[in-house]
Structures are given as structure tokens and as C-alpha cells.
Nanobody, 125 residues
Framework: QVQLVESGGGSVQAGGSLGLSCAAS????????MAWFRQAPGKQREVVAS????????GYADSVRGRFTISQDNAKNTVYLQMNSLKPEDTAMYYC??????????????????WGQGTQVTVSS
């Protein structure tokens, strides 16, 4: 049973920074794709960033590229999302997701089988 446990998030003013963590267990972490998604009220869930746990690839949504950084600690089976220069439009519930095994598809929520419970990020202007 794959489990994803998120932590971090909270409230911050525009221009500030926040960090999220996602601890994974129950699967072969080294052969996976991990991602962060977000969903604002009334909007579809959208990908924020993704990486392959073998370290070969990472990618970002255009809206966050240059501001957000996805990283991992393989020894801890943990994925991180560092969010800098936050904007009010970044306000959403943020979810960690896992694709086991990893495929080349990364941007659609449909290709991820496992999800965390979500953590709220609120950015005030």
C-alpha cells in the first residue's frame, strides 16, 4: 500500500516563501515519478512540478518555473517543493502524487495512482 504524507504549507504574504514535504512509503521509490499538483476552488487540478526518482528528469508548469523548485532526498523517500516569490494566484490545496512505475507522461493527474491528503497554501496580497 503506497502512502504519501504531506507536510508544510500555511499562509504567507505575496513575495514570501513556503516549503512542502511529501514522505513516501510502500513502493519502490527509486522507480517512480513524483509530482506536486494544486487545485484552487472551482478550478481543475493542475500539475506544478514533477521529477523521476532516479534523478534523470524534472519539469515545471510554466506558471511556476523559476519560482518553485522540486527536489528529493532518496535516503528519506521524500520529495520537496520549495516555493519562492509566491503570488496570490498560487493559493490552492497542494497535493503530492506518485506514479509507479514512472512513465514519460507527467502532466495529467490521470497518470498518477497515489495521492496525499493535501495541504493548504494561502498567499495574501
Amino acid at each position: 500500500q503506497v502512502q504519501l504524507v504531506e507536510s508544510g504549507g500555511g499562509s504567507v504574504q505575496a513575495g514570501g516563501s513556503l516549503g512542502l514535504s511529501c514522505a513516501a512509503s510502500g513502493h519502490t521509490y527509486t522507480n517512480s515519478r513524483m509530482a506536486w499538483f494544486r487545485q484552487a476552488p472551482g478550478k481543475q487540478r493542475e500539475v506544478v512540478a514533477s521529477l523521476t526518482t532516479n534523478g534523470a528528469w524534472s519539469g515545471y508548469a510554466d506558471s511556476v518555473r523559476g519560482r518553485f523548485t522540486i527536489s528529493q532526498d532518496n535516503a528519506k523517500n521524500t520529495v520537496y517543493l520549495q516555493m519562492n516569490s509566491l503570488k496570490p494566484e498560487d493559493t490552492a490545496m497542494y497535493y503530492c502524487a506518485a506514479q509507479v512505475p514512472a512513465t514519460i507522461r507527467w502532466a495529467s493527474a490521470n497518470v498518477y495512482s497515489y495521492w496525499g491528503q493535501g495541504t493548504q497554501v494561502t498567499v495574501s496580497s
